[in-house]
């Protein structure tokens, strides 16, 4: 079965540090990936998306985020950190033979400390 | 900016109770979706819908879920005797063309 794996539960970074958070996916297929950001009581705001073309791609806030084919990643970052971004970021995948469904990793939530 | 909004934004229930959950789709969007968070664990997806039916339904959607678009703008969830486990964040979410997919900001239902 498809499965998005971010390995960092909590990650902690000062404010104005470069951040990267981790995503994996365990198919090999063509996927759609996407970046999501939620703040808590939030819903799901889509940062960034990627489904064909340049690999490195550029989202909302500063992020960016570049897809590794070779190694199944689509790790999201930023180069300095603000003190408004400390929410939980979802990487979620798509597959083009799965139909249009999104398989979510566990999340990362993100503390900024001043 | 058109958002995707879901009201209420908290519901509370009693076990075995029938609950609709609404949700108002970005207007000129043609696929819609259910997803639910237990606290604590992943996003999962539900349901999917298109052209008035639907097109991929998961594990969890059993028969006691049900989605209907009544009119022309209102895409809803109903759970037809809740149970304990269905306590989650419900998200609607909607495409133009299948990805990517924009949420609502989810509705709380906690099941008593």
């Known amino acids: 079965a498809q499965s998005v794996t971010q390995p960092d539960i909590h990650i902690t970074v000062s404010e104005g540090a470069s951040l990267e958070l981790r995503c994996n996916y365990s198919?090999?297929?063509?996927?759609?990936l996407f970046w999501y950001v939620q703040s808590p009581g939030q819903g799901l705001q889509l940062l960034l998306k990627?489904?064909?073309?340049?690999?490195l791609v550029q989202g909302i806030k500063g992020f960016e985020a570049e897809f590794k084919r070779s190694q199944s990643s689509f790790n999201l970052r930023k180069p300095s950190v603000h003190w408004s971004d400390a929410a939980e970021y979802f990487c979620?995948?798509?597959?083009?033979?799965?139909?249009?469904?999104?398989?979510f990793g566990a999340g990362t939530i993100l503390r900024v400390k001043s | 900016e058109p958002e995707v909004t879901q009201t209420p934004s908290h519901q509370v229930t009693q076990m075995g109770q029938e609950v609709i959950l609404r949700c108002v789709p970005i207007?000129?969007?043609?696929?819609f979706y259910w997803y639910r968070q237990i606290l604590g664990q992943k996003v999962e997806f539900l349901v999917s819908f298109y052209n008035n039916e639907i097109s991929e339904k998961s594990e969890i959607f059993d028969d006691q879920f049900s989605v209907e678009r009544p009119d022309g703008s209102n895409f809803t969830l109903k759970i037809r005797s809740t149970k304990l486990e269905d306590s989650a964040m419900y998200f609607c979410?909607?495409?133009?063309?299948?990805?990517?997919?924009?949420f609502g900001p989810g509705t709380r239902l906690l099941v008593l």
């Open positions: 979620a995948v798509g597959f083009m033979e799965y139909g249009n469904k999104l398989v």
């Open positions: 207007s000129n969007h043609l696929y």
């Open positions: 198919y090999g297929a063509t996927p759609y």
């Open positions: 979410a909607s495409s133009e063309g299948g990805v990517p997919q924009y």
């Open positions: 990627y489904f064909s073309g340049d690999t």
